[in-house]
Protein backbone atom coordinates (compact mmCIF):
# COMPACT_ATOMS: atom_id res chain seq x y z
CA UNK A 1 0.00 0.00 0.00
CA UNK A 2 2.80 2.51 1.14
CA UNK A 3 4.50 1.49 -2.53
CA UNK A 4 1.27 2.37 -4.03
CA UNK A 5 0.81 5.61 -2.64
CA UNK A 6 4.47 6.56 -3.33
CA UNK A 7 3.86 5.88 -6.86
CA UNK A 8 1.09 8.19 -6.83
CA UNK A 9 2.61 10.60 -5.55
CA UNK A 10 5.69 10.68 -7.80
CA UNK A 11 3.16 10.35 -10.66
CA UNK A 12 1.68 13.47 -9.23
CA UNK A 13 4.79 15.56 -8.56
CA UNK A 14 5.87 14.97 -12.23
CA UNK A 15 2.63 15.87 -14.20
CA UNK A 16 2.49 18.94 -11.23
CA UNK A 17 6.36 19.76 -13.06
CA UNK A 18 5.48 19.07 -16.80
CA UNK A 19 2.28 21.31 -15.59
CA UNK A 20 4.54 24.04 -14.32
CA UNK A 21 7.12 23.76 -17.34
CA UNK A 22 4.33 24.42 -19.88
CA UNK A 23 1.74 26.41 -18.14
CA UNK A 24 2.76 30.12 -19.38
CA UNK A 25 4.82 29.40 -22.72
CA UNK A 26 3.21 32.52 -24.44
CA UNK A 27 4.16 35.02 -21.70
CA UNK A 28 3.86 35.84 -18.18
CA UNK A 29 0.40 36.43 -16.48
CA UNK A 30 -1.23 38.98 -15.08
CA UNK A 31 -0.86 37.72 -11.99
CA UNK A 32 3.06 38.19 -12.40
CA UNK A 33 2.84 41.82 -13.30
CA UNK A 34 3.40 43.32 -9.33
CA UNK A 35 6.28 40.64 -8.17
CA UNK A 36 7.88 39.92 -11.97
CA UNK A 37 8.15 36.16 -10.15
CA UNK A 38 7.36 33.63 -11.94
CA UNK A 39 5.54 30.85 -9.88
CA UNK A 40 8.13 28.26 -10.79
CA UNK A 41 8.82 27.14 -7.16
CA UNK A 42 12.18 27.92 -7.08
CA UNK A 43 14.02 31.23 -5.27
CA UNK A 44 15.61 33.72 -8.35
CA UNK A 45 19.59 33.30 -8.96
CA UNK A 46 21.62 35.36 -6.20
CA UNK A 47 24.53 35.77 -9.24
CA UNK A 48 25.33 38.31 -11.26
CA UNK A 49 23.06 38.10 -14.13
CA UNK A 50 25.03 36.95 -17.51
CA UNK A 51 22.41 39.58 -19.28
CA UNK A 52 21.88 42.50 -20.12
CA UNK A 53 19.20 45.76 -20.98
CA UNK A 54 20.38 48.26 -23.62
CA UNK A 55 19.45 51.13 -25.32
CA UNK A 56 19.13 52.48 -29.20
CA UNK A 57 19.84 55.85 -28.03
CA UNK A 58 20.88 57.46 -24.63
CA UNK A 59 18.32 60.26 -24.89
CA UNK A 60 14.39 59.41 -25.95
CA UNK A 61 13.12 62.23 -28.42
CA UNK A 62 9.90 62.78 -30.07
CA UNK A 63 11.98 61.60 -33.40
CA UNK A 64 13.54 58.85 -32.73
CA UNK A 65 12.29 54.76 -33.41
CA UNK A 66 13.66 54.13 -29.88
CA UNK A 67 14.62 50.25 -29.25
CA UNK A 68 15.48 48.36 -26.06
CA UNK A 69 17.23 45.27 -26.53
CA UNK A 70 17.32 42.24 -23.98
CA UNK A 71 20.12 39.99 -24.47
CA UNK A 72 23.36 38.00 -22.76
CA UNK A 73 26.32 40.40 -22.46
CA UNK A 74 28.09 37.10 -24.19
CA UNK A 75 25.76 37.05 -27.02
CA UNK A 76 25.70 33.89 -26.77
CA UNK A 77 23.33 32.66 -24.05
CA UNK A 78 20.15 32.19 -24.87
CA UNK A 79 16.78 32.84 -22.41
CA UNK A 80 13.33 31.20 -23.14
CA UNK A 81 11.04 33.99 -21.19
CA UNK A 82 10.72 37.75 -19.94
CA UNK A 83 9.00 40.13 -18.83
CA UNK A 84 9.97 43.69 -18.85
CA UNK A 85 8.68 46.62 -16.84
CA UNK A 86 9.28 50.40 -17.02
CA UNK A 87 9.64 52.32 -13.38
CA UNK A 88 10.11 55.68 -12.92
CA UNK A 89 13.38 57.42 -11.33
CA UNK A 90 11.00 58.23 -7.74
CA UNK A 91 12.44 57.67 -4.52
CA UNK A 92 10.28 54.77 -4.54
CA UNK A 93 10.05 53.85 -8.06
CA UNK A 94 6.42 53.43 -9.56
CA UNK A 95 5.59 51.53 -12.58
CA UNK A 96 5.38 54.30 -15.91
CA UNK A 97 2.19 52.52 -17.30
CA UNK A 98 1.67 55.42 -19.20
CA UNK A 99 3.76 53.44 -21.90
CA UNK A 100 3.53 50.86 -24.27
CA UNK A 101 6.12 48.55 -26.40
CA UNK A 102 5.89 47.56 -30.18
CA UNK A 103 6.92 44.47 -30.12
CA UNK A 104 8.17 41.35 -32.52
CA UNK A 105 6.00 38.68 -32.90
CA UNK A 106 7.78 36.30 -30.56
CA UNK A 107 6.27 38.71 -27.70
CA UNK A 108 3.42 40.71 -26.52
CA UNK A 109 2.81 43.68 -24.66
CA UNK A 110 1.34 42.94 -20.71
CA UNK A 111 0.87 44.20 -17.47
CA UNK A 112 -0.08 48.03 -18.29
CA UNK A 113 3.06 49.06 -20.27
CA UNK A 114 5.15 45.77 -20.28
CA UNK A 115 5.89 43.14 -22.45
CA UNK A 116 6.72 39.86 -22.27
CA UNK A 117 7.58 36.74 -24.92
CA UNK A 118 4.58 34.67 -26.59
CA UNK A 119 6.59 31.49 -26.89
CA UNK A 120 9.12 29.32 -25.19
CA UNK A 121 11.76 29.53 -28.09
CA UNK A 122 14.99 29.90 -26.68
CA UNK A 123 16.18 33.49 -27.93
CA UNK A 124 19.39 35.13 -28.04
CA UNK A 125 17.89 38.87 -27.57
CA UNK A 126 14.78 40.63 -28.45
CA UNK A 127 14.30 44.10 -29.85
CA UNK A 128 11.00 46.20 -28.19
CA UNK A 129 10.31 49.07 -29.78
CA UNK A 130 8.71 51.30 -26.88
CA UNK A 131 7.51 55.05 -26.04
CA UNK A 132 5.55 57.01 -23.78
CA UNK A 133 1.94 57.31 -24.38
CA UNK A 134 1.39 60.61 -22.77
CA UNK A 135 3.56 63.99 -21.96
CA UNK A 136 6.71 62.89 -19.95
CA UNK A 137 9.93 64.57 -18.99
CA UNK A 138 12.34 62.46 -16.66
CA UNK A 139 13.99 59.78 -15.89
CA UNK A 140 12.94 56.03 -16.28
CA UNK A 141 14.65 52.68 -15.90
CA UNK A 142 13.64 48.98 -17.36
CA UNK A 143 13.42 46.40 -14.91
CA UNK A 144 13.10 42.52 -16.48
CA UNK A 145 12.49 38.87 -15.12
CA UNK A 146 14.23 36.63 -17.27
CA UNK A 147 13.98 32.50 -17.30
CA UNK A 148 16.51 30.99 -18.64
CA UNK A 149 15.09 27.69 -18.07
CA UNK A 150 12.30 26.43 -15.41
CA UNK A 151 14.53 26.73 -12.98
CA UNK A 152 17.11 28.99 -13.56
CA UNK A 153 15.82 32.35 -12.75
CA UNK A 154 17.35 35.91 -12.74
CA UNK A 155 14.96 39.05 -11.11
CA UNK A 156 15.45 42.63 -11.26
CA UNK A 157 17.96 42.68 -14.14
CA UNK A 158 18.08 46.57 -14.85
CA UNK A 159 19.15 49.24 -17.21
CA UNK A 160 21.18 52.38 -17.02
CA UNK A 161 18.35 55.50 -16.51
CA UNK A 162 17.42 57.00 -19.36
CA UNK A 163 16.07 60.48 -19.78
CA UNK A 164 12.92 61.12 -21.56
CA UNK A 165 11.39 64.58 -22.78
CA UNK A 166 7.72 63.79 -24.40
CA UNK A 167 5.22 65.62 -25.72
CA UNK A 168 2.18 63.88 -26.63
CA UNK A 169 1.01 64.92 -29.90
CA UNK A 170 -2.63 66.33 -29.76
CA UNK A 171 -5.26 64.89 -31.88
CA UNK A 172 -8.17 66.02 -33.08
CA UNK A 173 -11.34 64.97 -35.80
CA UNK A 174 -9.07 66.85 -38.53
CA UNK A 175 -6.27 65.23 -37.29
CA UNK A 176 -6.31 61.98 -36.89
CA UNK A 177 -3.11 59.52 -36.45
CA UNK A 178 -3.29 56.42 -38.77
CA UNK A 179 -1.95 53.53 -37.64
CA UNK A 180 -0.51 50.71 -39.98
CA UNK A 181 -1.51 47.13 -39.75
CA UNK A 182 0.57 44.92 -37.87
CA UNK A 183 2.81 42.77 -40.13
CA UNK A 184 0.79 39.08 -40.22
CA UNK A 185 2.96 36.32 -39.09
CA UNK A 186 2.39 31.89 -39.05
CA UNK A 187 2.35 29.58 -36.94
CA UNK A 188 5.13 28.24 -38.38
CA UNK A 189 7.64 27.43 -35.64
CA UNK A 190 10.86 30.22 -35.63
CA UNK A 191 13.25 27.51 -35.86
CA UNK A 192 11.85 26.64 -39.01
CA UNK A 193 13.82 27.99 -42.31
CA UNK A 194 12.59 31.34 -43.40
CA UNK A 195 10.00 30.92 -46.25
CA UNK A 196 7.04 33.32 -47.97
CA UNK A 197 4.29 34.44 -46.21
CA UNK A 198 0.59 34.47 -47.51
CA UNK A 199 -0.77 38.44 -48.14
CA UNK A 200 3.07 39.77 -48.92
CA UNK A 201 5.29 40.52 -52.11
CA UNK A 202 8.21 37.61 -51.51
CA UNK A 203 11.74 37.54 -52.63
CA UNK A 204 14.10 34.54 -51.85
CA UNK A 205 17.74 33.75 -51.67
CA UNK A 206 16.90 30.50 -53.47
CA UNK A 207 14.92 28.97 -55.38
CA UNK A 208 13.30 26.48 -52.75
CA UNK A 209 10.18 26.79 -50.52
CA UNK A 210 12.18 27.61 -47.77
CA UNK A 211 15.65 29.58 -48.07
CA UNK A 212 18.73 30.76 -45.72
CA UNK A 213 16.64 34.26 -46.44
CA UNK A 214 13.70 36.15 -47.75
CA UNK A 215 12.50 39.35 -47.96
CA UNK A 216 8.48 40.17 -47.57
CA UNK A 217 6.82 43.65 -48.01
CA UNK A 218 3.05 44.82 -48.41
CA UNK A 219 1.99 48.36 -48.94
CA UNK A 220 0.24 49.99 -46.04
CA UNK A 221 -1.29 53.55 -47.41
CA UNK A 222 1.80 55.95 -47.93
CA UNK A 223 4.02 53.51 -46.41
CA UNK A 224 5.47 49.71 -46.98
CA UNK A 225 6.25 47.53 -44.65
CA UNK A 226 9.11 45.23 -44.83
CA UNK A 227 10.10 41.96 -42.99
CA UNK A 228 13.66 39.98 -43.60
CA UNK A 229 14.09 36.73 -41.93
CA UNK A 230 17.19 35.08 -42.08
CA UNK A 231 18.91 32.42 -40.22
CA UNK A 232 22.22 33.31 -38.99
CA UNK A 233 25.81 31.84 -38.94
CA UNK A 234 26.18 32.68 -35.84
CA UNK A 235 23.73 34.39 -33.30
CA UNK A 236 25.94 37.81 -32.81
CA UNK A 237 27.99 40.81 -34.82
CA UNK A 238 26.22 39.78 -37.81
CA UNK A 239 24.12 42.31 -40.27
CA UNK A 240 21.27 41.46 -42.97
CA UNK A 241 20.83 44.07 -45.39
CA UNK A 242 18.22 44.58 -48.39
CA UNK A 243 19.54 47.22 -50.99
CA UNK A 244 17.57 48.85 -53.81
CA UNK A 245 19.91 49.44 -56.71
CA UNK A 246 18.82 50.87 -59.84
CA UNK A 247 21.35 48.96 -61.95
CA UNK A 248 21.75 45.68 -60.15
CA UNK A 249 25.07 46.46 -58.83
CA UNK A 250 26.68 47.55 -55.55
CA UNK A 251 27.31 51.05 -56.28
CA UNK A 252 25.06 53.95 -55.69
CA UNK A 253 22.32 51.17 -53.83
CA UNK A 254 20.39 52.41 -50.80
CA UNK A 255 20.81 50.32 -48.06
CA UNK A 256 18.14 49.31 -44.79
CA UNK A 257 20.68 46.82 -42.67
CA UNK A 258 19.53 45.52 -39.35
CA UNK A 259 22.51 44.66 -37.09
CA UNK A 260 22.63 42.11 -34.95
CA UNK A 261 26.04 43.98 -32.36
CA UNK A 262 27.01 42.62 -29.28
CA UNK A 263 23.87 41.87 -28.17
CA UNK A 264 21.95 45.34 -29.50
CA UNK A 265 19.48 45.08 -32.24
CA UNK A 266 19.73 47.95 -34.31
CA UNK A 267 18.14 49.14 -38.21
CA UNK A 268 20.73 52.02 -40.31
CA UNK A 269 20.12 53.23 -43.43
CA UNK A 270 22.68 54.31 -46.10
CA UNK A 271 24.16 54.52 -49.38
CA UNK A 272 26.94 52.25 -50.83
CA UNK A 273 29.66 54.63 -52.11
CA UNK A 274 31.17 52.48 -54.24
CA UNK A 275 30.91 48.72 -52.73
CA UNK A 276 31.20 50.70 -49.37
CA UNK A 277 28.34 50.93 -46.87
CA UNK A 278 27.85 54.30 -46.30
CA UNK A 279 25.07 55.55 -43.06
CA UNK A 280 23.30 58.54 -43.38
CA UNK A 281 23.57 60.99 -41.00
CA UNK A 282 19.44 60.20 -39.55
CA UNK A 283 20.11 56.42 -39.82
CA UNK A 284 16.00 56.21 -39.61
CA UNK A 285 15.22 58.76 -42.06
CA UNK A 286 11.33 57.87 -43.04
CA UNK A 287 11.40 54.50 -41.47
CA UNK A 288 9.43 53.73 -38.52
CA UNK A 289 7.62 50.36 -36.50
CA UNK A 290 11.40 49.37 -36.05
CA UNK A 291 11.45 45.58 -34.31
CA UNK A 292 14.12 42.64 -34.55
CA UNK A 293 14.39 39.92 -32.22
CA UNK A 294 16.71 37.11 -33.27
CA UNK A 295 15.64 33.00 -31.80
CA UNK A 296 17.04 29.66 -32.57
CA UNK A 297 19.76 32.11 -34.79
CA UNK A 298 17.02 32.99 -36.95
CA UNK A 299 16.59 37.19 -37.55
CA UNK A 300 12.90 38.53 -37.67
CA UNK A 301 13.65 42.32 -38.82
CA UNK A 302 10.88 44.34 -39.35
CA UNK A 303 9.88 48.03 -40.33
CA UNK A 304 7.57 50.70 -42.30
CA UNK A 305 9.28 52.81 -44.70
CA UNK A 306 7.71 55.68 -46.13
CA UNK A 307 7.15 55.21 -50.51
CA UNK A 308 8.13 59.19 -50.80
CA UNK A 309 10.15 60.51 -47.94
CA UNK A 310 9.76 64.50 -46.66
CA UNK A 311 12.16 66.58 -48.01
CA UNK A 312 13.97 62.96 -49.69
CA UNK A 313 17.78 63.38 -50.07
CA UNK A 314 19.80 61.85 -53.15
CA UNK A 315 20.55 58.69 -51.26
CA UNK A 316 16.86 57.28 -50.69
CA UNK A 317 14.92 56.47 -53.55
CA UNK A 318 11.34 56.70 -53.99
CA UNK A 319 9.51 53.54 -54.28
CA UNK A 320 6.99 54.87 -56.77
CA UNK A 321 10.06 53.54 -59.38
CA UNK A 322 11.09 49.98 -59.86
CA UNK A 323 14.37 48.73 -58.41
CA UNK A 324 16.28 45.72 -58.42
CA UNK A 325 16.66 44.03 -54.89
CA UNK A 326 19.54 43.12 -53.61
CA UNK A 327 20.08 40.52 -50.25
CA UNK A 328 22.90 39.92 -48.09
CA UNK A 329 24.45 39.47 -44.98
CA UNK A 330 27.97 39.69 -43.43
CA UNK A 331 29.69 40.16 -40.10
CA UNK A 332 30.49 43.17 -37.97
CA UNK A 333 33.90 44.41 -36.94
CA UNK A 334 34.98 45.84 -33.88
CA UNK A 335 36.13 45.03 -30.31
CA UNK A 336 34.82 42.25 -28.13
CA UNK A 337 32.10 42.51 -26.12
CA UNK A 338 31.50 46.44 -27.02
CA UNK A 339 28.71 47.92 -28.88
CA UNK A 340 29.46 50.31 -32.14
CA UNK A 341 30.93 47.89 -34.20
CA UNK A 342 31.24 48.47 -38.02
CA UNK A 343 29.57 46.14 -40.81
CA UNK A 344 32.33 44.57 -42.78
CA UNK A 345 32.11 43.69 -46.07
CA UNK A 346 30.32 40.52 -47.35
CA UNK A 347 31.20 37.67 -47.13
CA UNK A 348 29.17 35.96 -50.27
CA UNK A 349 28.28 37.50 -53.38
CA UNK A 350 24.85 39.36 -52.56
CA UNK A 351 21.58 37.94 -54.02
CA UNK A 352 20.00 40.03 -56.98
CA UNK A 353 16.44 39.38 -57.88
CA UNK A 354 15.88 38.52 -61.64
CA UNK A 355 14.64 41.94 -62.77
CA UNK A 356 13.36 45.07 -61.25
CA UNK A 357 10.62 44.76 -58.32
CA UNK A 358 7.35 46.88 -57.69
CA UNK A 359 7.27 47.35 -54.05
CA UNK A 360 3.87 48.74 -54.38
CA UNK A 361 2.79 44.81 -55.60
CA UNK A 362 2.36 41.63 -53.69
CA UNK A 363 4.65 39.65 -56.01
CA UNK A 364 6.90 36.90 -55.63
CA UNK A 365 9.80 37.83 -56.94
CA UNK A 366 13.04 35.32 -58.18
CA UNK A 367 15.92 35.26 -57.57
CA UNK A 368 19.00 36.29 -60.57
CA UNK A 369 18.51 33.04 -62.55
CA UNK A 370 22.05 30.66 -62.55
CA UNK A 371 20.64 30.03 -66.07
CA UNK A 372 21.62 33.25 -67.23
CA UNK A 373 24.93 32.17 -68.12
CA UNK A 374 23.16 31.14 -71.16
CA UNK A 375 22.05 34.49 -71.76
CA UNK A 376 25.89 35.78 -71.00
CA UNK A 377 26.91 33.55 -73.61
CA UNK A 378 25.03 34.49 -75.97
CA UNK A 379 25.77 37.94 -75.88
CA UNK A 380 29.84 37.42 -74.76
CA UNK A 381 29.74 35.39 -78.36
CA UNK A 382 27.67 37.75 -80.86
CA UNK A 383 29.79 41.27 -79.55
CA UNK A 384 32.91 38.12 -80.50
CA UNK A 385 31.37 37.81 -84.09
CA UNK A 386 30.13 40.92 -85.19
CA UNK A 387 32.40 44.00 -83.21
CA UNK A 388 35.66 42.11 -83.90
CA UNK A 389 35.62 38.84 -86.53
CA UNK A 390 32.96 40.39 -89.05
CA UNK A 391 34.54 44.09 -88.67
CA UNK A 392 37.57 43.34 -89.61
CA UNK A 393 36.87 40.78 -92.13
CA UNK A 394 34.71 43.42 -94.11
CA UNK A 395 37.17 46.39 -93.89
CA UNK A 396 40.04 43.93 -95.03
CA UNK A 397 37.76 42.75 -98.12
CA UNK A 398 36.27 46.16 -99.31
CA UNK A 399 39.39 48.25 -98.81
CA UNK A 400 42.66 46.07 -98.89
CA UNK A 401 42.43 43.78 -101.95
CA UNK A 402 45.65 45.52 -103.64
CA UNK A 403 48.03 44.42 -100.47
CA UNK A 404 50.49 42.21 -100.08
CA UNK A 405 50.42 41.31 -103.95
CA UNK A 406 53.15 39.35 -103.99
CA UNK A 407 52.05 36.81 -101.43
CA UNK A 408 49.66 33.71 -102.24
CA UNK A 409 49.61 31.14 -99.15
CA UNK A 410 48.21 27.88 -100.43
CA UNK A 411 48.06 29.85 -104.00
CA UNK A 412 44.77 32.00 -101.98
CA UNK A 413 45.09 36.11 -101.95
CA UNK A 414 46.37 36.93 -98.51
CA UNK A 415 42.71 39.49 -97.80
CA UNK A 416 41.05 36.36 -99.67
CA UNK A 417 42.45 34.22 -97.31
CA UNK A 418 41.87 36.47 -94.35
CA UNK A 419 38.33 37.63 -95.49
CA UNK A 420 37.31 33.62 -95.70
CA UNK A 421 38.73 32.44 -91.97
CA UNK A 422 36.89 35.30 -90.04
CA UNK A 423 33.54 35.36 -91.77
CA UNK A 424 33.50 31.43 -91.59
CA UNK A 425 34.27 31.55 -88.06
CA UNK A 426 30.93 34.59 -87.54
CA UNK A 427 28.49 31.74 -89.29
CA UNK A 428 29.74 29.07 -86.70
CA UNK A 429 29.97 31.30 -83.62
CA UNK A 430 26.69 33.29 -84.38
CA UNK A 431 25.05 29.91 -85.44
CA UNK A 432 26.33 28.92 -81.66
CA UNK A 433 24.56 31.66 -79.83
CA UNK A 434 21.47 31.53 -81.53
CA UNK A 435 21.15 28.36 -80.81
CA UNK A 436 21.89 28.75 -77.48
CA UNK A 437 19.15 31.44 -77.20
CA UNK A 438 16.75 29.69 -78.64
CA UNK A 439 17.30 26.48 -76.26
CA UNK A 440 16.98 28.92 -73.57
CA UNK A 441 13.94 30.59 -74.53
CA UNK A 442 11.90 28.20 -76.07
CA UNK A 443 11.19 29.93 -79.03
CA UNK A 444 11.95 33.01 -81.86
CA UNK A 445 9.92 35.39 -80.58
CA UNK A 446 8.91 35.08 -76.85
CA UNK A 447 8.64 38.89 -75.80
CA UNK A 448 6.04 40.79 -77.19
CA UNK A 449 5.65 43.34 -74.42
CA UNK A 450 7.88 45.58 -72.79
CA UNK A 451 10.33 48.63 -74.03
CA UNK A 452 11.67 49.27 -77.41
CA UNK A 453 14.91 46.60 -76.55
CA UNK A 454 12.37 43.90 -75.53
CA UNK A 455 9.80 44.33 -78.58
CA UNK A 456 13.11 44.27 -81.24
CA UNK A 457 16.38 42.68 -80.29
CA UNK A 458 14.86 39.28 -80.66
CA UNK A 459 13.63 40.45 -84.47
CA UNK A 460 16.90 42.04 -85.10
CA UNK A 461 18.68 39.16 -84.11
CA UNK A 462 17.10 36.31 -86.60
CA UNK A 463 17.16 39.13 -89.31
CA UNK A 464 20.79 39.42 -88.52
CA UNK A 465 21.20 35.22 -88.86
CA UNK A 466 19.10 34.96 -91.96
CA UNK A 467 21.57 37.31 -93.44
CA UNK A 468 24.54 35.50 -92.43
CA UNK A 469 22.95 32.39 -93.64
CA UNK A 470 22.28 33.75 -96.94
CA UNK A 471 25.63 35.67 -97.64
CA UNK A 472 27.92 32.15 -97.84
CA UNK A 473 25.24 30.57 -99.66
CA UNK A 474 25.83 33.30 -102.33
CA UNK A 475 29.24 32.86 -102.09
CA UNK A 476 29.36 29.42 -102.78
CA UNK A 477 27.21 29.98 -105.77
CA UNK A 478 29.46 32.58 -107.32
CA UNK A 479 29.65 33.06 -110.44
CA UNK A 480 33.41 33.28 -112.06
CA UNK A 481 35.57 36.69 -111.66
CA UNK A 482 35.28 37.23 -115.93
CA UNK A 483 31.51 36.18 -115.90
CA UNK A 484 29.21 39.06 -117.57
CA UNK A 485 27.36 38.54 -114.19
CA UNK A 486 30.07 38.56 -111.58
CA UNK A 487 28.68 42.42 -110.50
CA UNK A 488 25.24 41.01 -109.27
CA UNK A 489 27.24 38.83 -106.85
CA UNK A 490 29.65 41.40 -106.05
CA UNK A 491 27.30 44.08 -105.31
CA UNK A 492 24.47 41.47 -103.72
CA UNK A 493 27.42 40.02 -101.32
CA UNK A 494 28.25 43.24 -99.97
CA UNK A 495 25.02 44.57 -99.62
CA UNK A 496 23.96 42.03 -97.55
CA UNK A 497 27.27 41.68 -95.83
CA UNK A 498 26.80 45.55 -94.87
CA UNK A 499 23.19 45.44 -93.67
CA UNK A 500 24.33 42.58 -91.62
CA UNK A 501 26.89 44.40 -89.48
CA UNK A 502 24.59 47.50 -89.44
CA UNK A 503 22.08 45.66 -87.96
CA UNK A 504 24.08 43.63 -85.76
CA UNK A 505 25.56 46.72 -83.91
CA UNK A 506 22.16 47.74 -83.23
CA UNK A 507 21.02 44.52 -81.84
CA UNK A 508 23.70 44.41 -79.63
CA UNK A 509 22.95 47.73 -78.82
CA UNK A 510 19.67 47.04 -77.96
CA UNK A 511 21.09 43.83 -76.06
CA UNK A 512 23.06 45.42 -73.78
CA UNK A 513 20.38 47.83 -73.23
CA UNK A 514 17.99 44.48 -71.84
CA UNK A 515 16.81 45.11 -68.45
CA UNK A 516 17.59 41.38 -68.37
CA UNK A 517 21.18 41.83 -69.64
CA UNK A 518 21.56 44.28 -65.80
CA UNK A 519 24.88 45.86 -67.78
CA UNK A 520 26.14 48.98 -66.51
CA UNK A 521 25.09 52.08 -68.49
CA UNK A 522 28.75 52.20 -69.55
CA UNK A 523 28.05 49.22 -71.75
CA UNK A 524 26.10 51.43 -74.05
CA UNK A 525 29.00 54.04 -74.54
CA UNK A 526 31.08 51.32 -75.60
CA UNK A 527 28.69 50.16 -78.26
CA UNK A 528 28.21 54.07 -79.91
CA UNK A 529 32.43 54.38 -79.22
CA UNK A 530 32.09 51.13 -81.75
CA UNK A 531 30.10 52.43 -84.20
CA UNK A 532 31.89 55.94 -84.37
CA UNK A 533 35.29 54.41 -84.48
CA UNK A 534 34.12 51.93 -87.37
CA UNK A 535 32.75 54.64 -88.92
CA UNK A 536 35.49 56.88 -88.95
CA UNK A 537 38.31 53.94 -89.90
CA UNK A 538 35.70 53.55 -93.22
CA UNK A 539 35.50 57.34 -94.03
CA UNK A 540 39.68 57.21 -93.59
CA UNK A 541 39.89 53.85 -96.35
CA UNK A 542 37.44 55.88 -98.40
CA UNK A 543 39.28 59.04 -98.74
CA UNK A 544 42.37 57.17 -98.82
CA UNK A 545 41.06 55.36 -102.04
CA UNK A 546 39.82 58.59 -103.71
CA UNK A 547 43.07 60.05 -103.06
CA UNK A 548 44.84 56.95 -104.64
CA UNK A 549 42.59 56.07 -107.67
CA UNK A 550 43.43 59.79 -108.81
CA UNK A 551 47.31 59.81 -107.68
CA UNK A 552 47.01 55.89 -110.56
CA UNK A 553 45.42 58.13 -112.82
CA UNK A 554 47.91 60.64 -112.94
CA UNK A 555 50.79 57.47 -112.94
CA UNK A 556 49.24 55.60 -115.81
CA UNK A 557 49.02 58.97 -117.88
CA UNK A 558 52.86 59.25 -117.44
CA UNK A 559 53.73 55.88 -117.86
CA UNK A 560 51.92 55.47 -121.26
CA UNK A 561 54.74 57.93 -122.30
CA UNK A 562 57.63 56.25 -120.86
CA UNK A 563 59.23 53.46 -123.19
CA UNK A 564 60.65 51.64 -119.96
CA UNK A 565 59.26 48.93 -117.89
CA UNK A 566 57.91 51.33 -115.28
CA UNK A 567 54.60 49.59 -114.59
CA UNK A 568 56.44 46.63 -113.28
CA UNK A 569 58.04 49.08 -110.54
CA UNK A 570 54.39 49.96 -110.04
CA UNK A 571 53.11 47.00 -108.71
CA UNK A 572 56.10 46.79 -106.60
CA UNK A 573 55.33 50.15 -105.15
CA UNK A 574 52.00 48.93 -104.05
CA UNK A 575 52.37 46.01 -102.63
CA UNK A 576 52.72 47.38 -99.55
CA UNK A 577 50.64 50.94 -97.94
CA UNK A 578 52.08 51.72 -94.78
CA UNK A 579 49.21 54.16 -94.56
CA UNK A 580 46.81 51.62 -94.88
CA UNK A 581 48.70 49.22 -92.77
CA UNK A 582 48.68 51.84 -89.96
CA UNK A 583 45.05 51.90 -90.05
CA UNK A 584 44.14 48.58 -90.26
CA UNK A 585 46.18 48.17 -86.85
CA UNK A 586 44.64 51.01 -85.05
CA UNK A 587 41.15 49.51 -86.56
CA UNK A 588 42.04 45.70 -85.29
CA UNK A 589 43.43 47.01 -81.67
CA UNK A 590 40.61 49.15 -81.39
CA UNK A 591 37.80 46.95 -81.69
CA UNK A 592 39.84 44.23 -79.93
CA UNK A 593 39.57 46.72 -76.94
CA UNK A 594 36.01 47.40 -77.81
CA UNK A 595 34.60 43.52 -77.54
CA UNK A 596 36.97 42.51 -74.49
CA UNK A 597 35.32 45.55 -72.69
CA UNK A 598 31.88 44.74 -73.49
CA UNK A 599 32.16 40.77 -72.77
CA UNK A 600 33.66 41.82 -69.64
CA UNK A 601 30.46 43.88 -68.93
CA UNK A 602 28.49 40.91 -69.84
CA UNK A 603 30.18 38.17 -68.17
CA UNK A 604 30.28 40.07 -64.72
CA UNK A 605 26.68 41.72 -65.25
Request: with cysteine; hydrophobic share 35%; net charge neutral.
Amino acid sequence: MMKSTGKMLSVFLTLALICGCSCYPSGAPESACTTMTPSHGVPPQNTSSPYVIQFSSSNFSMDSNFTVTISSKDGNTSFKGFLVEVFTDQPTPNQLKESEFKVPENAHPTCNGGATHSDAKEKHMIGLQWQPTTSFTGKVKFRATIVQAYTVIWKNVESEYLSVDYTAPSTSPSDVTTISHPISTTSESPSDLPRCEPGFGCFKACPLTTCESVVMWRRSGNCVDFKIVARLDRPNNRWVAIGFSPTGRMPKTSVIMCLVDNGKISVEEGINKGYSFGPLSNKTLGLTNISASVVDRVLRCTFTRQINISGSVESIYSLTKKYFLLLGDGPIIGGNNTYGGTPGQHEKTPVKSESRVDFLVNENVGSDDPSKTLYKLHGSLMILSWMFLSSVAIIIARYYKSEWRGMMPCGVKVWFAIHRTMMSLVFIITTASFIIIFIQVGSLLQETEGDIYVRYHPALGITVMALCVANPIMAFFRCDPGHKYRHVFHYSHMFVGTAAQILSAITIYFGVNLEKSNTPEEASYIVIAYIITYVIIEVILECQKYYRRNEDETETQILLRSTSNVPQQKSQKHQVNSFKIIVLCTHFVCMSMYCMVLIYFVATA
